[in-house]
């Protein structure tokens, strides 16, 4: 169906139940049963997108990396909290040119949030934007993930780091690059159980080399932990709005006076 990547097997998975990789995949409860649309590129959108680099990734801006480590969040739905904490942490490091290296709690956003719901789904917009806001985040020495719903043990003299301006991204713009190729393939139909929302982090951008294809793409961080994947990452095609990728994004801002 497509020449863009390569399926390969990964043993974590054998044992897994469908309701298990339902999971991670985004949870029953983090449906989305109509896909949105994209903003149509305005004449200012176009003067930005012409004017970025043709590849950018905050992993290695001149030798500094300025993303969190690749974790894994088992068979627990929160790839939405994963994610959420994920782009935090990476805005967090940017913000103080890389002096706080804070990791968040997914643990708290597991038992405590009460804008998702659990490990059975969530989404980033609520939780990396208006929990964040309302109530704050704490680091994951004060709640360690273990993967599980249950009752919420976040210390309450746990230290809170704030962030606002929450929004969806918007705008549209456009290694293994994945491609969607739609479900209606005869006899070898993929059935994905039910269709879900899986939560993951755009950390850069890049493009093949005309020999390759020329093919634009995302870099993306994953949460199946780093030896899924390019060592927990992925690339999936860029300007053509894959699984909602670009129509979806969220995003919050550190409030810095509580970093310190």
Same mark, same amino acid.
């Given at each position: 169906?497509?020449?863009?990547?390569?399926?390969?097997? =990964?043993?974590?998975?054998?044992?897994?139940?469908? $309701?298990?990789?339902?999971?991670?995949?985004?949870?029953?409860?983090?449906?989305?049963?109509?896909?949105?649309?994209?903003?149509?590129?305005?004449?200012?959108?176009?003067?930005?997108?012409? !004017?970025?680099?043709? !590849?950018?990734?905050? %992993?290695?801006?001149? +030798?500094?990396?300025?993303?969190?480590?690749?974790?894994?969040? +088992?068979?627990?739905? !929160?790839?939405?909290?994963?994610?959420?904490?994920?782009?935090?942490?990476?805005?967090?490091?940017?913000? @103080?040119?890389?002096?706080?290296? *804070?990791?968040?709690?997914?643990?708290?956003?597991?038992?405590?949030?009460?804008?998702?719901?659990?490990?059975?789904?969530?989404?980033? #917009?609520?939780?990396?934007?208006?929990?964040? $806001?309302?109530? +704050?985040?704490?680091?994951?020495?004060?709640? *360690?993930?273990?993967?599980?719903?249950?009752?919420?043990? @976040?210390?309450?003299?746990?230290?809170?780091? #704030?962030? @606002?301006?929450?929004?969806?991204?918007?705008?549209? =713009?456009?290694?293994?690059? =994945?491609?969607?190729?739609?479900?209606?393939?005869?006899?070898?139909?993929?059935?994905?159980?039910?269709?879900?929302?899986?939560?993951?982090?755009?950390?850069?951008?890049?493009?093949?080399?005309?020999?390759?294809?020329?093919?634009? =793409?995302?870099?993306?961080?994953?949460?199946?932990?780093?030896?899924?994947?390019?060592?927990? #990452?992925?690339?999936? %095609?860029?300007?053509?709005?894959?699984?909602?990728? $670009?129509?979806?994004?969220?995003?919050? @801002?550190?409030?810095?006076?509580?970093?310190?």
């Amino acid at each position: 169906m497509q020449k863009f990547w390569t399926a390969t097997h =990964y043993s974590q998975f054998d044992n897994l139940k469908d $309701e298990h990789l339902l999971q991670m995949a985004g949870g029953r409860k983090s449906q989305i049963f109509s896909r949105p649309k994209p903003v149509p590129l305005t004449a200012e959108h176009k003067r930005i997108r012409e !004017s970025l680099p043709r !590849s950018f990734d905050w %992993r290695n801006i001149d +030798g500094v990396s300025y993303v969190s480590p690749v974790r894994n969040q +088992g068979t627990c739905g !929160s790839c939405y909290a994963f994610a959420s904490m994920a782009m935090a942490e990476a805005r967090v490091k940017i913000q @103080t040119n890389n002096t706080q290296n *804070p990791v968040f709690s997914t643990q708290d956003i597991v038992e405590c949030c009460n804008y998702s719901q659990g490990c059975m789904g969530g989404f980033p #917009y609520l939780v990396a934007g208006k929990y964040a $806001e309302d109530y +704050g985040l704490v680091l994951e020495k004060c709640n *360690p993930y273990k993967g599980v719903d249950g009752k919420c043990h @976040t210390q309450q003299n746990c230290e809170r780091h #704030y962030f @606002t301006d929450y929004s969806y991204v918007g705008g549209f =713009y456009g290694g293994g690059v =994945y491609v969607h190729t739609g479900d209606d393939i005869g006899v070898n139909r993929f059935d994905p159980f039910v269709i879900t929302n899986h939560v993951v982090v755009v950390v850069g951008w890049g493009q093949l080399s005309s020999e390759e294809g020329g093919t634009k =793409y995302w870099i993306v961080k994953n949460s199946w932990g780093a030896d899924w994947g390019l060592d927990g #990452y992925f690339w999936i %095609r860029r300007g053509t709005d894959e699984c909602g990728i $670009e129509s979806i994004a969220a995003e919050s @801002t550190p409030i810095y006076k509580y970093m310190k």
